[in-house]
């Protein structure tokens, strides 16, 4: 995982992620058909296929089980985005890259 942005579906998310995915260089996006996709990606560098959004799907599925507070019926969902984003943070941390809370 490279970048991340919390925010809702809308394109500004999409362009903030952008930003953030800048400076690796990334060539090619895989996507589903997701509207804003569409709009601000360049044909050439965006296929739309679900094939190759599945390994992502499972680390958000992994991301949502592992942390409780994702799921809006437990008793540990918070409102607050900044709560979100750090304990969002911390997991990408331990489970990525090994390194400890």
């Known amino acids: 995982m490279l970048a991340y942005v ?6 500004v ?3 903030a992620l952008m ?5 690796f260089g990334i060539q090619q996006f895989y996507t589903d058909r ?4 569409l709009r601000l990606l360049k044909p050439e560098h965006h296929t739309v296929s679900k094939m190759n ?3 992502i799907e499972r680390k958000h599925l992994t ?3 592992r942390i409780k507070r994702l799921a809006r019926k437990t008793i540990c969902f918070s409102k607050s985005v900044l709560m979100h984003d750090t ?3 911390l997991f990408i941390n331990r489970f990525e890259f090994g390194r400890p809370i």
Do not use: F, K, M, N
């Open 6 to 11: 919390l925010a809702p579906h809308e394109d």
């Open 13 to 15: 998310s999409l362009s």
């Open 19 to 23: 930003t953030l995915l800048t400076p």
């Open 34 to 37: 997701w509207g804003t996709y």
């Open 53 to 55: 959004t599945q390994r």
């Open 63 to 65: 991301l949502r089980t």
């Open 87 to 89: 304990v969002i943070g």
